[in-house]
Nanobody
Framework: QVQLVESGGGSVQAGGSLRLSCAAS????????MAWFRQAPGKEREFVSA????????YYADSVKGRFTISRDSAKNTVYLQMDNLKPEDTAVYYC??????????????????WGQGTQVTVSS
């Protein structure tokens, strides 16, 4: 089992920044990819960003490219999502996810095995 705990959400004005953290514990050696998803009210959960554990590959949804940055501190087993130039349409609950497949598929929520509880991000105009 892998446990994921997110933190860092909050309320900001458009143009502001937030940094989300996701601390992983448990069988973290089994994780091959970490990702962030988000879900706005009345919408499906959507992919935001992902990082291959132990590698350099990172992936972003088109809507956040150039504004969000995913990173990982292996010593702390923590993944971060730095969100800059936030827009009202970024408002959502953000979820951290972990995938245990040795050949991870970064998109698609169904590919992920473990999820955090979510953290709310609200961006006002």
């Amino acid at each position: 089992q892998v446990q994921l705990v997110e933190s860092g959400g909050g309320s900001v004005q458009a143009g502001g920044s937030l940094r989300l953290s996701c601390a992983a514990s448990g069988r973290t050696f089994s994780v091959y990819a970490m990702a962030w998803f988000r879900q706005a009210p009345g919408k499906e959960r959507e992919f935001v960003s992902a990082k291959i554990v132990g590698g350099y590959s990172t992936y972003y949804a088109d809507s956040v490219k150039g504004r969000f940055t995913i990173s990982r501190d292996s010593a702390k087993n923590t993944v971060y999502l730095q969100m800059d130039n936030l827009k009202p349409e970024d408002t959502a609950v953000y979820y951290c996810a972990a995938q245990t497949s040795p050949r991870p598929v970064v998109g698609g929520a169904r590919n992920y095995d473990y999820w955090g509880q979510g953290t709310q991000v609200t961006v006002s105009s």
